[in-house]
């Protein structure tokens, strides 16, 4: 019994008492005069702050994923002990794992042409830069000499080549030209490859006696300045908007990296304390919902009550550090002391009104004590 209810009943006695004297209960015995009420004892009850809450950790949190997927592996079940940072629930991540595999080979080429930058051009591409300006200036130098004597006289060589070979042809087409169906011999494909043969010779050996065209000069002069062009940057450091953009490349790399590296490590829920797992509210296989909680963790090492219907017109007498008695349904007779370590600031709308949460701390708590049971207050407001 509280001392809340004691009181009561004490005044309710006296109460009943006055009134049997008066109606004349007692005809038998002398007049009496009517006990006069205990002030004292009134008094204290109009000064008590009676409330109900529930026993809840002080630290607790409902736990859920920021990606969706689907439940790989439910490492903890309701009741277990976990420390902080213990991985609680894995999502199938081997997507994300091949996107952070791709995302460090693309930061290692960044990486390797910025240092190739800074590093400069090798002897290998310094040489192979010369040879390529090397054989452009010969192929210029050709083409402004022109043919040389034996180059006419090979290409002269080749259309008396072909002559004689459409000369042939022309030979054996003519003993079959006559016939309706010629076109299908042998002859005649014979005789008309022939004929592109003269006429690819042909026009090799007047190019080949005319010299080269003014085009092909100019095509000439375009890659040795090309070649000249890759060599003076191959010799010359790298310049420092070239190296900018490199440092950029890599980077935004490293950034594309460090993002899907993220996306990976949300694919597991860890404990984000030492706590017990109060509840697991997945299953293997199951689409994970962003947002949505998923696994309850509460550090039952300190369990304080939270008031859920301490009304407006009492709040106001409810003080920090205020003493408390508190009783349990679950373990009768029993009274624990605390104090109030925490005023809401602002009200709870509830059906009927509203409400203030008040937070008690216990000094001592009994081992049979669980998360979630409800507890009665009753704070002094002198």
Known sequence: MTKR??????????????GFVATGGGATLAPKPTPTPDLAALSELENLVTASGTLLPARRANLSFRISGHAAQILVKAGDTVKMGAPLVRLDAAELEAAVAQAKAAVALAQANLDQLKAGASKEDFAASEANLNTARAQLAKARAGATAEEVAIAKATLDRAAAGLKDAQSAYDKVKNDPEAGMYPQSAAYQAAIQQYQIAEASYLQVVKGARFEDIRIAETAVAAAQANLDRVKAPARPEEIAAAQARLDQAQAALRQVQASLAAATLTAPFDGTVAAVNIKESETVTPGVPIVTLGDLTNLRLETDDLSETNIARVKLGQPVSVTFEALAGKTFTGKVTQIAPISTP???????????????????????MTGHIEISAK
Do not use: M
């Open 350 to 372: 509830k059906q009927g009104g509203t409400s203030y949460t008040v937070t008690v701390e216990f000094e001592k708590l009994d081992p049979a004590l669980r998360w979630g």
């Open 5 to 18: 209810n004691i009181i009561i009943g004490i005044v309710a006695l006296i109460v009943l008492a006055g």
